[in-house]
């Protein structure tokens, strides 16, 4: 049924009627109209449809004052996706967030000068039956990546810093972190996790894209040590530090932990380092998986920047989306994340391939990040450390 006393109320698009409340109190119907004074620079008008209560109440005269203020405070937004925010006309916009939080290491050498196998997760020997075995008191002396954390901590720590640090290796089933760091004058505790690049026994290793290569850019392996390291932040909490590390403390495991000065400490030292100070002030989360090269990273950014498409610009938006989420959850529990990838002098080529390949629609999968945009715009060789395990 119509209301024959109803009063009919036209309004354009861009246009926004809106009841006026101070608490439950019902003041006014106000309409609003922005009107453009410049390049993507709005002013809002505003004007009364209609008094609820009279123009001298008081709750209408401060009313008046706080629409004065207008174009400093007042945000309209429209489903369109644009908002009139501070006098100026944005439109939300979507793009790809480049995750930019490597630290490039060498491996062929390594800053103590020795070269280490980025296949090799552990040190190993062999048993009775000559298979290799992880051999933890071999950590330091051999080339794989547990030596070259041990040989060269302070270098992916505190490349130029002097700080007392002590060095602790977790590895095992229920693990912490491969290794955890603890530097007392600061307060710091880093955790270290570890996967080696896989290898296949054939050439196909060095090019297989599941795995990473020289000139490709990996998705895939970054998951399961990406997954473990969010899933072990808890682990910062002190009190789940401590009792943690407790509970997991063996006598095969006692004797491995470093220390800068060199000096022999033991795993229950190490905890008592920790339990002597309060919750960790700076919490820090380093995942060694070198399987990206620092020049094909940059070669595929600048590509992506370029408006080019292409395999592996698209692996590389994914990587970045990736590790880019992790990143926003690490910062909200205070926490830093740093992924290790290699650097490497020789020159780098993009490949070529004679096979044709297929857009997965990466965009949907791993969606960039939105912002506000205007509308009118356009989108020397490290020191040898002094200490080794």
Known sequence: ???????????????????????????????????????????????????????????????DRSLSRRNTYLTVRYSSGRV???????????????????????????????TYDVGKEKPTRKNA?????????????????????????????????DKEWRLLCDDGSGELADFIVHIPATNTVIFIHIKAWKKKGSI????????????????TPFSEVVTQATKNLRFFDSGILIKGLKDRTTDSNQSLVWQRSGKKITRDQFIEGLESVPRPKHRRVIILQPRIWKDAWDTFVTDHEA????????????????????????????????VVGQEDQTAFKPRLRAVLRFRRGYEQLYPPRSEFLPISSTASPPASPSHYC
């Open 307 to 338: 408006g080019k498409e292409g395999a592996d610009v698209g692996r590389m938006r994914q990587l970045s989306a990736v590790l880019s989420n992790q990143l926003e959850g690490f910062r909200k529990l205070e926490a830093t994340l740093k």
């Open 204 to 219: 196909k290793a060095a090019t297989d894209e599941s795995d990473g290569s020289k000139v490709a850019i990996s998705v």
């Open 129 to 161: 039956n000559q298979k290799d075995v992880y051999a933890p008191d071999q950590i330091g002396k051999q080339d794989s990546l547990f030596c070259y954390v041990c040989n060269n901590v302070r270098e992916l720590i505190d490349p130029h810093g």
């Open 84 to 114: 009139i925010q501070g006098g100026k006309l944005f439109s939300i916009s979507f793009r790809d967030v480049i995750f930019e939080d490597w630290i490039w290491k060498s491996f062929k050498p390594a800053p103590d000068g020795r």
């Open 1 to 63: 049924m119509v209301d024959p006393d109803a009063k009919v109320v036209s309004i354009r698009p861009y246009e926004v009627l809106a009841d006026a409340f101070y608490s439950d109190r019902h003041l006014a119907k106000l309409r609003f109209r922005p009107i453009a004074r410049a390049d993507f620079a709005v002013e809002v008008m505003v004007s009364v449809e209609e008094y609820i209560v009279g123009k001298d109440d008081p709750d209408m005269v401060a009313l």
